[in-house]
C-alpha cells in the first residue's frame, strides 16, 4: 500500500490531474477501511490471524493488479479503494494476535515495538521500490511489483500459531463498539491518536506535492519518503531495548511536540538534503508513537473486545484520513503547501497536553 501511495498520485500528477484530485486518490486508500475496520475486528475476534489476513492478501493482489491493466485515473481509484481495505483488515487481526501474545505493559510496549519496525520498513520498501522501477521500467513494473509484494504477507503468516478465542467473563452484557468511545481515556486516546495520524498524511501526501512543484525526480521523491520510514524503522528497534525505562504518555508528547517543531521548519528547507533531514528526524518522532498507542490501547480495553477497539482506531484514523488529504488538497490550492504544515503543526502543537494527560487513571462508566 505504502509504494501504491506513493506511486498512483504520482502517476495521477504526470497525467495532469490537479492537487485536489491527488487528494481524493490518496482519501482512497482509507475510505474502505472506515467501513470495514469494526467487521474486520470482530471477524479477527471469531477467526484469529490467518483467515483476516489470507483474504486480505488476495484482495490487495487483485487490486494492485488492476492498476498494472490498466494505469488510468478511475482503476487507480478503485486500487486504492482495494490495497487500503486489504491493509486495514490484515492490520486488526495482526495488532490483535500479538496484543494477546503479551503479557505484562512492559512486554506489550516491546512486543508492539517489535510489530511496528513492519511497516516502517514497507513505508521505506514500497515508496523507494516504486520510484526505482518506475525511473527505469515505466508505472505499469511499478504496479506489478506491488502486487507481488502482498504474496510475501501469506508466506510469513501461514504458519504463525492461532491463539485460542476470549471468552467474554460470565455475566458480562454484550455491548457495542460504541460503548468503548464512552470512556473517558478511550476518547483521549482516540483524539491523540488522530493528531498523529494526521501528521504521517500530511507527509505522505506533502512530500511528492513538494517534490513536483520542485522539480524532484521521481527516485528522489521516493527517497524521502523512504529515509522517513527508515528512521521510524530504526527508533522502532530501539524500543523494545528500552521498553522498561518508557512511559507512554511522555513519549507520545515528547514526539507530538518535536513533530510541531520539525513541521513548522520543513517548508523552508529547498534542497533535497535538508528536507530529507527533516524526514529523518520526522520519522524518529513519529515512528515511536504507534508501540505507546497500541500498548496503551490494550491495557485499557477488555480482553474479548480488542478486536473491536483496534478496529474502532483504524476506523478513526482511516475516517480522518478520507477527509484531510482532500483537505489537504484544497488547502494546498488555497493557501500554499507550506500553509498545510504549519496549519497541521500548531493542531499538533496544541494536542501535547492532552498527550500528558494518558498517564491519568482511566475514568470507567
Not at 468511545?181 to 486516546?189: A, I, M, N, P, S
Not at 511522555?250 to 529547498?270: D, E, Q, R, S
Request: hydrophobic content about 60%; proline content about 5%; aromatic content about 8%.
Amino acid at each position: 500500500m505504502a509504494g501504491m501511495r506513493m506511486a498512483a498520485p504520482l502517476l495521477a500528477l504526470r497525467e495532469g490531474h490537479s492537487a485536489a484530485a491527488v487528494g481524493v486518490l490518496l482519501a482512497l486508500f482509507a475510505l474502505t477501511q472506515v467501513f470495514l475496520a469494526l467487521p474486520a475486528g470482530r471477524f479477527a475476534d471469531r477467526r484469529g490471524l490467518r483467515a483476516p489476513v489470507a483474504v486480505s492478501v488476495a484482495v490487495a493482489t487483485l487490486g494492485a493488479g488492476l492498476a498494472v491493466a490498466w494505469p488510468i485515473y478511475p482503476v487507480l481509484c478503485a486500487s486504492a479503494l482495494m490495497t487500503g481495505g486489504a491493509t486495514g483488515a490484515a492490520s486488526i487481526a495482526l495488532q490483535r494476535h500479538v496484543g494477546r501474545a503479551a503479557g505484562d505493559a512492559t512486554r506489550l510496549r516491546q512486543v508492539f515495538s517489535w510489530l511496528a519496525i513492519g511497516p516502517a520498513v514497507s513505508n521505506f520498501l514500497g515508496p523507494f521500490a516504486a520510484g526505482l522501477v518506475i525511473d527505469h521500467g515505466g508505472f505499469r513494473w511499478a504496479f506489478f511489483l506491488m502486487a507481488v509484494l502482498p504474496l510475501a504477507t501469506w508466506f510469513w503468516v501461514r504458519g504463525a500459531r492461532e491463539l485460542p478465542p476470549v471468552v467474554a467473563p460470565a455475566g458480562s452484557k454484550p455491548g457495542t463498539a460504541w460503548d468503548l468511545v464512552r470512556e473517558t481515556g478511550f476518547r483521549r486516546l482516540l483524539l491523540v491518536n488522530w493528531l498523529l495520524s494526521s501528521c504521517w498524511d500530511v507527509h505522505t501526501f506533502v512530500v511528492p506535492v513538494l517534490g513536483h512543484e520542485r522539480g524532484l525526480s521521481a527516485s528522489v521523491i521516493g527517497s524521502l519518503l523512504g529515509a522517513f520510514a527508515i528512521a521510524a524503522a530504526l527508533v522502532r528497534v530501539l524500543l523494545p531495548v528500552l521498553a522498561a525505562r518508557l512511559r507512554e504518555s511522555a513519549v507520545i508528547a515528547g514526539a507530538m511536540a518535536a513533530t510541531a517543531l520539525l513541521f513548522a521548519l520543513y517548508p523552508l528547507m529547498h534542497h533535497p538534503l535538508a528536507m530529507g533531514a527533516c524526514s529523518v528526524l520526522l520519522g524518529v518522532a513519529l515512528g515511536c508513537v504507534q508501540p505507546m498507542i497500541m500498548s496503551t490501547l490494550h491495557q485499557i480495553t477488555p480482553a474479548h473486545r480488542q478486536g473491536e477497539a483496534v478496529a474502532l482506531r483504524v476506523m478513526a484514523i482511516n475516517a480522518s484520513s478520507v477527509l484531510m488529504p482532500m483537505l489537504f488538497g484544497v488547502a494546498g490550492a488555497a493557501v500554499g503547501i507550506a500553509g498545510v504544515f504549519w496549519a497541521v503543526g500548531a493542531a499538533v502543537g496544541a494536542g501535547t497536553r492532552l498527550a500528558l494527560r494518558l498517564g491519568e487513571p482511566v475514568q470507567s462508566r
